[in-house]
């Protein structure tokens, strides 16, 4: 008897991390025309997912997990005499969280004697992906389940996402911003900031040209880290802006900071929403130094 770490597809772990991680996932679903759904990963690839963004030039849409799919993963674990513990997507971006709490509070009802543990990982993509990744090693570390619930629910606090779009045209769509804006920012060649705080993603600047983006990225990741950037782990995010990544790469590494490799793919999540020229930098701090 121990216990079993879930978390919603959102944290963009590859098949190969979640089977190396022994976690269970619950999944996002996908539709490009609004009526039939794909569940993530295990009924759309990544690959097939960026084929109908960047090849067919479609605009996808994301539903949450139901109350029932997070109550066939929490059941099997829990007839096996596992306690829970499942980390969501940050409940200011979906419904993820609201319907794994639902889904525990009928659980508990009829297993009693069993734990389950929902928390709201108050971040997105590679940020959640990496507190679920602490958790486990937690766990590999012989950290009690309570133990491992305080300091994720710590460190999460400590976990801030920076990225910019190359293109407005998905935020246009999904309606993130409005068409005037996007037709003056192209035009203008204005590039946003946004930055993952609060759970929110919250736009934090405007600059002229991609590259004075990819530069105010690093200068954030500086200004917040330069004093302790030993004690926190970043890793990039990335779909088709392999030269963007690399430029962020060079500027952070000759700055000193060490890059945890290889760069995270953007899952449909974010993506859908922000489009595939997203480039990002995530940081966290290490459990250890909390």
């Known amino acids: 008897m121990g216990f079993k770490i879930v978390c919603d597809t959102s944290a963009d772990l590859t098949p190969d991390e979640i089977k190396e991680l022994n976690i269970d996932t619950v999944s996002f679903y996908i539709s490009f025309d609004g009526v039939n759904y794909e569940k993530e990963l295990s009924e759309i690839t990544i690959d097939d997912f960026y084929k109908k963004l960047i090849d067919e030039k479609l605009f996808g849409k994301t539903s949450m997990p139901t109350i029932q799919d997070y109550s066939e993963v929490f059941e099997k674990h829990l007839k096996n005499g596992d306690d829970i513990i499942c980390i969501c997507l940050s409940s200011k971006f979906s419904g993820s969280y609201a319907s794994a709490v639902n889904a525990k509070k009928i659980l508990e009802e009829e297993y009693p004697e069993r734990k389950i543990t929902v928390i709201d990982s108050t971040q997105v993509t590679v940020a959640e992906g990496l507190i679920v990744k602490y958790a486990v090693d937690m766990q590999r570390k012989g950290f009690s389940y309570e133990k491992t619930i305080e300091t994720i629910n710590k460190v999460k606090e400590t976990a801030r996402i920076y990225f910019t779009v190359d293109s407005l045209e998905h935020l246009k769509q999904g309606g993130r911003i409005g068409k005037a804006s996007a037709f003056a920012g192209a035009l203008l060649n204005i590039k946003p900031v946004i930055v ?4 929110e993603l919250i736009p934090e600047k405007k600059v002229r040209g991609h590259k004075k983006a990819l530069q105010t990225l690093v200068d954030y990741v500086k200004e917040d880290l330069m004093k302790e950037k030993d004690q926190y782990e970043i890793q990039l995010i990335n779909v088709i802006k392999d030269d963007s990544i690399k430029f962020v790469t060079e500027e952070l590494t000759f700055l000193g900071f060490k890059i945890t490799e290889p760069s995270v ?3 449909s999540t ?19 130094y909390l």
């Open 196 to 199: 993952m705080k609060n759970g």
């Open 265 to 267: 793919i953007l899952g």
């Open 270 to 288: 974010i993506a859908t929403h922000a489009g595939p020229t997203v480039v990002g930098i995530c940081y966290i701090k290490k459990y250890e």
